[in-house]
DNA sequence: AATGAATGAGCTTTCATTCAT
DNA sequence: AATGAATGAAAGCTCATTCAT
């Protein structure tokens, strides 16, 4: 029962394309995605891309930037929910939560976000939020060792072994249908595996 | 009258053009790299890229395939250097070191190798061996669990975690000089990670 | 309840977009202008074009017939003024008038027909008008010639000359503001100096 | 009998572009002009043209400019031959040449310079050429005017319209064979009548 | 009647591949 | 054997035209 009598006849076509694209880039690459195969990806024509984005570097970035918001978003609200974190072993599972749901819900995107071929089209705008993550990430590494809880080391290396490690697990589930197939009890246990990696062993 | 007349003028010059194929599809992609490029980086004219290989096509193939087989060849040997292994602790500390000479020897190569886009060109024989790495791991990893010494869990899995972790750290360091430039103290204590994320903790 | 219920919204809606037609077509050519501007330039929508136009090819003769026929007219209504002319210098004056203030009111109009790329999209009665200027033109060449007035020579060729020497002034004045901007006295100037193209010299 | 044993393929291919390109923008407009249609024109693929020119915009520039500076030099050279002119009216003979010289070899180079649709593709340096011919032609007539052998009036306009004129036959000569193809004595008629539209009467 | 988002044929441009030198 | 100019199929992009609103 919608309240508005003339629904638009595509809604959000932009949002459509750029889920089109990240479907597309995460498969093939951005080079190796054509214009045409977004639109019949989105079910449009190949001159509607260009109303919504001048060109198809335009597309990238704003696919990258969406992705990449998303994500930061997710891990936002997954770091924010239940109130103050206590230790760093919380924190990390809420971490561990945000990427997880957000692997779920966009496999798509975060293989794509993963890629690092991205030097070729991205504007100056869609590196600065490039790094991003890893700053969020290097942040609570670097607390979690001040309070002893997390191993020494470049934290940004740390962040790399992690986020790399992750990235491993999610590349391995995708083509058998992704984070979600996996029985609950595999995520479990990676996420120990993960904070393994992270976590101060307590004698010695 | 030259003695070496039969001799060819440049040698392994197939080499030489996987190896800036290599170099150009780790920063480029595939798809984004143009043979002129190629055959620029290398030094030849674009016609001597079809005296050596066919077309493009052939040409990642056989980069890829050249990669792959380099990276089993010295996994192969570091695992076999020194004679039978004792600990799965000591058969890790071979696997960690097979790949760091790999990445370090040839990191284009190795980023190369753990971009996941091959699919749009591996030919069935390339994909064969695409998954001859993971084999051997899991090999590995179903041993340790079997001694004990590797936690539970699927053991593709834990291989996907370890390696990603792993590639993590070298995209990491690439910008600033592969690992080669890395502090020998941090790739110690990179392997500790690792080990940690594969090691079943000893007590509870 | 308006009395006006039936009037049209927007009288010569056509005429309207004859015009924008015309203003940019001298502007920018007519393959150059795109039925976007067009519809721009006159203020409504692109799809209204097509309501009172079937194509642009359409509205490129429509354009084309308008401007030529109301030359013809003005030229006619020039001719025709102050009854049967005289001399033939006094008819000429009465063609230069005509053409003044055609230009005068239609600047872009004017250049637009002495474009000479009309052959990408006039159709036949488009044609058929093309070459009518030139008739009246020619006709008023020979009775001068046989009158003793205007030199010998190809009636065409003159009217090419005395035309052409027009065009050239109307394309100098028109990014200066048009015929309009130049003081009366350059225009005698001009009058006279193309009648002495065209007039014979009395002695020999 | 060629020194050079290796004669290139194809010699000048930008030339031939060039005039390839001239004999189609005169006919249909820069607009009109598809790059298959010059390609073929030229006896050459497509992409052959972009070895050579980056741009269809790059090529139309080359081609104005070309065409331009070959004009200039034309007249340059038309105005040298026979020592320092005497007379106004030698000067005038000289520049008449000169004009005709060139729209005879170029008829389709002498067309396009005078559409004057050039707006939408000039660039900066393009532009800058496009007046020199009328400063050329201006100093002209100041010299006659102080002569006393030119009329009065804004140079300028007497440049226009003296143009103007030989532009009108060029373009009415061209369907029937170009300048050529009409007879020498309408062609000296034509001269001696745009001497007479430049010309300063003796008396009164 | 008027609109402008949507379309896809066609245009500009790129690039894997060929081949005369 | 090696080259790189030449090619044309295919990619990115534009714009005349349609049609649901």
Same mark, same amino acid.
């Given at each position: 029962?919608?309240?508005?009598?003339?629904?638009?006849?595509?809604?959000?076509?932009?949002?459509?394309?750029?889920?089109?694209?990240?479907?597309?880039?995460?498969?093939?690459?951005?080079?190796?995605?054509?214009?045409?195969?977004?639109?019949?990806?989105?079910?449009?024509?190949?001159?509607?891309?260009?109303?919504?984005?001048?060109?198809?570097?335009?597309?990238?970035?704003?696919?990258?930037?969406?992705?990449?918001?998303?994500?930061?978003?997710?891990?936002?609200?997954?770091?924010?929910?239940?109130?103050?974190?206590?230790?760093?072993?919380?924190?990390?599972?809420?971490?561990?939560?945000?990427?997880?749901?957000?692997?779920?819900?966009?496999?798509?995107?975060?293989?794509?976000?993963?890629?690092?071929?991205?030097?070729?089209? !991205? /504007?100056?705008?869609?590196? @600065?939020?490039? #790094?991003? %993550? =890893? *700053?969020? +990430?290097?942040?609570?590494?670097?607390?979690?060792?001040?309070?002893?809880?997390?191993?020494?080391?470049?934290?940004?290396?740390?962040?790399?072994?992690?986020?790399?490690?992750?990235?491993?697990?999610?590349?391995?589930?995708?083509?058998?249908?992704?984070?979600?197939?996996?029985?609950?009890?595999? !995520? /479990?246990?990676?996420?120990? @595996?993960?904070? #393994?990696? %992270? =976590? *101060?062993? +307590?004698?010695?």
């Amino acid at each position: 029962m919608n309240i508005h009598s003339v629904a638009p006849k595509r809604p959000d076509l932009d949002r459509l394309l750029i889920d089109s694209a990240l479907a597309l880039f995460a498969e093939r690459t951005y080079e190796g995605t054509q214009m045409p195969a977004v639109a019949q990806h989105a079910g449009v024509g190949v001159g509607s891309i260009y109303r919504y984005f001048p060109s198809k570097e335009a597309l990238g970035n704003a696919a990258f930037r969406y992705a990449k918001r998303t994500l930061l978003d997710t891990l936002a609200e997954a770091l924010a929910d239940g109130g103050p974190a206590g230790t760093a072993r919380e924190e990390f599972a809420r971490f561990w939560r945000g990427f997880t749901r957000y692997a779920s819900a966009h496999p798509d995107a975060f293989v794509f976000l993963e890629h690092q071929q991205h030097d070729t089209f !991205l /504007d100056p705008e869609s590196r @600065a939020l490039a #790094d991003e %993550l =890893h *700053r969020v +990430a290097a942040d609570f590494i670097e607390r979690g060792q001040h309070a002893g809880a997390i191993r020494d080391g470049d934290a940004e290396q740390l962040v790399g072994l992690a986020l790399g490690a992750f990235t491993g697990l999610v590349k391995l589930a995708r083509p058998a249908g992704g984070l979600d197939a996996l029985p609950a009890e595999d !995520l /479990d246990r990676a996420e120990a @595996a993960v904070w #393994d990696l %992270l =976590h *101060r062993k +307590a004698d010695r």
